[in-house]
């Protein structure tokens, strides 16, 4: 590289360096570092996590306005071609289907060339990373571009392939957290601390929510949930203050771009706040939880059936590992085929954009009553003021198209989380919940088409509360979650049904939590990602079970008088990453851990004050300055298995060793837990 050069003030021409020029303008500089210096004491006066933290923040609303800007212009000039291309059926058909095929294979095929952690949902991996687990170069900021293009994709390909953006944006939410925790730890000069950096990971994944629903509150209750067993109340402000700056910039700038006249939720509704729901209605409402609580268990076998099948089939599964931009576009050809309105598409409500889809599910006026006496016709196009019409056919009733739309979902939603795209999949369960919601709601109209009367007053049945109430259940019953219930809640301003929906979570998650993993927790499972069971709450018989039963009593240690010729047959012949250290052969009592690597850079070393002939042992090597951690955390054989994953869930760790009276006798691993809480599910027949 060429050094730059410059030419002193009244010089006769004879360049010099520019470091020179530099050099002599000590004042300048220091002026310059000074003023660096004041501007770095002014902006972390409060704290410099909360620089960070409000930097997070604004950045992702920014992003995520971004994004919908740019993908409401492509879905815009989609719905433009196809109502203006003419009256062919086999242009309408192309224009409907090829457009998403080839949004999604572009997203497929651009995404998993640039990394292949750009796919699904993002939220698995993530909390298997909360966990202690390392996964490399997940939250590596060169996957963001990779990322946000694919999601772009799939945005734009609307409701044809029906999927959201909440995990690939917590994902992205994530990568921004982490890279802000670096520049963090540069701009202050602290070295690297993993607390810092999940503290940093917990607030991100809280903006995630918070910036795609406009959603503070509830993004940070769904970030405790899904992410992590235990939760810091010191990650709370955090995660609050960070998700509520990105929450505001979110909408302020609809505010700013005149799409909105004042900060407003996103689905507006018009339910009665004097009397929104009798007291006889609480029975439908914790119905309608054990309804979606058992819908939500047939959904979360199949699709994890499904998606292991796939992994296991010969052919799909040689398909997804060489081609996968073909299998994209073949599941998104199926269900663009599907969802087009001339065809099957008009009995599922195909037309609407998945906002649309909420805005009409919502509507607190009673479809069925409405269509009682007369028979409106299903219009060519979409009417902005009158989207229930899209939900209503007259040789189907509005009864069959909500429940031929349930039918049809739910193996479509099966299929589009196959697609090895980024894509979020909260928001479709959402909506599907609240089509659950809406036919036990339209059902309740025509059975009391009057209303329910008690004492003497008449209610009438809304049944856009139902919708609401299934959104939340069953999307909370997928992911074991109740801030479902709040976010629903943010999301139309409605709190007046507070009781109700909360009563139908709850018996959803009732069910779900007793007889399915999570949504997240069936991902790990097919994807084979690191993982610790949950066993609270189950009934397995664990309480008595012992760590003696289960350790690992194959231990290798090193002894500080053990000679170096037997340290090194240790070393070569193993692969850990770091040995016990014993006090000596004998004693066998643990004193700390020695990392495989520093140990084998001393031993390449050699100390040169060792005297030919003597008798060199491991001690001698630790006194040279090899160094060596001490052990502060360990188990004994009689810590019981609901202890020692209390432990493993609350401190994020990999493994612990075992000593009895100080002496070393096993260890216990992720694996040794599996196996144990395994045993305990799914006991062997007796011989």
Known sequence: MEELVGLREGSPGSPVALHELWGRCPHIRRGIRGGLEWLRQRLFHMGEDWCFLMALGVLMALISYAMNFAVARVVQAHNWLYQEIGDSHLLHYLSWTVYPVALVSFSSGFSQSITPFSGGSGIPELKTILSGVVLEDYLDIKNFGAKVVGLCCTLASGSTIFLGKVGPFVHLSAMIAAYLGRVRTRTIGEPENKSKQNEMLVAGAAVGVATVFAAPFSGVLFSI??????????????????????????????VFSSEEETITVLFRT?????????????????VLGGICGIMSCAYL?????????????????KLLATSKPLYSALAALVLASITYPPGVGRFIASRLSMGQHLDSLFDNNSWA?????????????????????????????????????????????????TIPIPAGYFLPIFIYGAAIGRLLGEALSVTFPEGIVAGGVVNPIMPGSYALAGAAAFS??????????????????????????LMCVLAANAIAQSCQPSFYDGTIIVKKLPYLPWIRGRRIGSHPVNVGHFMNSTITTLAKDAPLEKVVKVVTSTDVTEYPLVESTESQILVGTVCRAQLVQALLAGPPSWAQGQQRLLQDLLSEGCPTTPVTLQLTPDTTLHQAHNLFELLNLQSLFVTSRGRAVGFVSWVELKKAISSLTNPSAPK
């Open 225 to 254: 949930e899904v992410m992590s067993s235990h939760f810091s109340v010191w990650d709370y402000w955090r995660g609050f203050f960070a998700a509520t700056c990105g929450a505001f910039m979110f909408r302020l700038l609809s």
């Open 270 to 286: 018009s339910f009665p706040v004097e009397v929104p729901f009798d007291l006889p209605e609480i029975f439908f409402f914790v």
């Open 301 to 317: 076998f199949c699709q994890r059936t499904f998606l292991g099948y796939l992994k296991t089939n010969r052919f799909t599964s």
């Open 369 to 417: 009553l409405a269509t009682w006496n007369s028979s409106p016709p299903w219009p060519k196009e979409l009417d902005p003021e009158n989207l229930w019409l899209e939900w209503y056919q007259p040789e189907f009733t509005i009864f069959g198209t909500l429940a031929f739309f349930l039918l049809m979902k739910f193996w479509m939603l099966i299929l589009a989380t």
């Open 476 to 501: 909370g019953a997928v992911t074991h979650t109740i801030s479902t219930a709040l976010l629903a809640f943010e999301l139309t301003g409605q709190i007046v049904h507070g009781l109700p929906v």
